[in-house]
């Protein structure tokens, strides 16, 4: 079976502070591995995927996420925080060498950015 | 930019009734999806829906829901006898049909049964 852990449930940084918000992942085969973000009252909002070539993926407003095969990990992360970047972060993936579409997701993770 | 647009915001009903749930998917998309997220818990997989046929469901989606694409536009999900379990806030999401099919979502219907 496969499973995503997102192993802080809160994370808090001050503002212009480098950011990182962890995931890892278990899954059968290669994995197809998502970032969504969720602002109070909004949906989840796509930010960045990885898929298959360079492990560094750069999404929506600045943030990039490394996949790291070995460690099984897809790290959020963004050099600079801003204050509009507070949300919760949720990290998903799908198996891509199977015909399921179903995401599998983790617990989420409020990132707090102070002032 | 075209997003996925979900009716009601918030949908309050009784232990029995039936609820149906509205969805908008992006207009070129194929893919159709249902999650639900119970308060404080993981955001779950439902079911998925392609080419007018479910393609894919979980152990949750049993027999008192049901999918349907009533015209080219919409997409529902619909719950026979809601159960005091079934509050939740239901997402709908879409993809398009090629490539890792990223999905994206609505902003969700908050379901609370009394």
């Known amino acids: ?10 994370v808090n940084v001050a ?3 480098p950011l990182t918000v962890k995931c890892t992942y278990s899954v059968s085969g290669n994995p197809y591995l998502f970032w969504y973000v969720q602002y109070p009252n909004r ?11 360079d492990n560094l993926v750069k999404g ?12 099984t990990s897809f790290h959020l992360k963004k050099p600079s925080a801003l204050v509009s970047d507070s949300a919760l972060y949720f990290c998903s993936m799908r ?19 102070q002032p | 930019e075209p997003e996925v647009t979900q009716t009601p915001s918030h949908q309050v009903t009784q232990m029995g009734q039936e609820v149906i749930l509205r969805c908008v998917p ?5 893919y159709f999806y249902w999650y639900r997220q119970i308060l404080g818990q993981k955001v779950e997989f439902l079911v998925s829906f392609y080419n007018n046929e479910i393609s894919e469901k979980s152990e949750i989606f049993d027999d008192q829901f049901s999918v349907e ?10 719950i026979r006898s809601t159960k005091l379990e079934d509050s939740a806030m239901y997402f709908c999401a879409s993809s398009e049909r090629g490539g890792p099919l990223t999905q994206y ?6 379901l609370t049964v009394l």
Do not use: C
């Not at chain 2, 992006?26 to 194929?30: A, D, K, R, T």
């Open chain 1, 1 to 10: 079976a496969q499973s995503v852990a997102q192993p802080e449930d809160q």
């Open chain 1, 15 to 17: 503002e212009g502070n």
């Open chain 1, 43 to 53: 949906g989840l909002q796509f930010l960045l995927k990885y898929i298959t070539g």
């Open chain 1, 60 to 71: 929506s407003y600045g943030f990039e996420a490394e996949f790291n095969k070995s460690q």
């Open chain 1, 95 to 113: 198996g891509a060498d199977t015909g399921r579409r179903a995401l599998t997701f983790g617990s989420g993770t409020r990132l707090q950015v």
């Open chain 2, 26 to 30: 992006i207009s070129n998309h194929l």
């Open chain 2, 69 to 78: 694409r009533p015209d080219g536009s919409n997409f529902t999900l619909k």
């Open chain 2, 105 to 110: 979502f609505g902003p969700g219907t908050r």
